[in-house]
């Protein structure tokens, strides 16, 4: 069994969660300094549940995952619960799913296959924040 597996997904996704926003975290700094406020307004954009569903999308039309990383991915969606933060539960669904699946990838220990897809990810949202 695969080390990440033998977690559940919502637990993957509460890792995944953490860790693409620590990389985001990491993204925005290393592009200046600035207030910790903008920080936190320019990170929520690329870690809010719309802008993951939208990379969840994105990953699964591009076909740059491995079976293995979409089974885990659909797998973290379909373990997803309502979760009444304003957001609709497809969007939360998919969201789950992109978190489960870096979180999977950050136990186990393929942190460099977690970032380049966060920043393929971070590329996109930031395109769709400009048109």
């Known amino acids: 069994?695969?080390?990440?597996?033998?977690?559940?997904?919502?637990?993957?996704?509460?890792?995944?969660?953490?860790?693409?926003?620590?990389?985001?975290?990491?993204?925005l700094l290393e592009k200046g300094d600035m207030a910790v406020g903008k920080f936190h307004k320019a990170s929520v954009k690329y870690v809010s549940a719309d802008s993951q569903a939208l990379i969840y999308d994105l990953l699964m039309e591009k076909d740059i995952l491995s079976d293995e990383e979409k089974n885990v991915m659909h797998r973290g969606k379909n373990h997803a619960h309502p979760s009444g933060r304003g957001t609709n539960f497809a969007s939360y669904s998919?969201?789950?799913?992109?978190?489960?699946?870096?979180?999977?990838?950050?136990?186990?220990?393929?942190?460099?296959?977690?970032?380049?897809?966060?920043?393929?990810?971070?590329?996109?949202?930031?395109?769709t924040e400009k048109q």
Not at 1 to 22: I, N, R, T
Not at 101 to 110: F, V
Request: aromatic share 10%.
């Open 94 to 127: 998919k969201a789950t799913g992109l978190e489960s699946l870096i979180g999977y990838l950050y136990i186990s220990g393929r942190t460099d296959r977690a970032d380049e897809l966060i920043l393929i990810g971070a590329d996109y949202v930031a395109g």
């Open 1 to 27: 069994m695969e080390e990440g597996l033998k977690y559940s997904p919502l637990s993957l996704s509460f890792l995944g969660d953490a860790y693409m926003s620590l990389i985001i975290r990491r993204m």
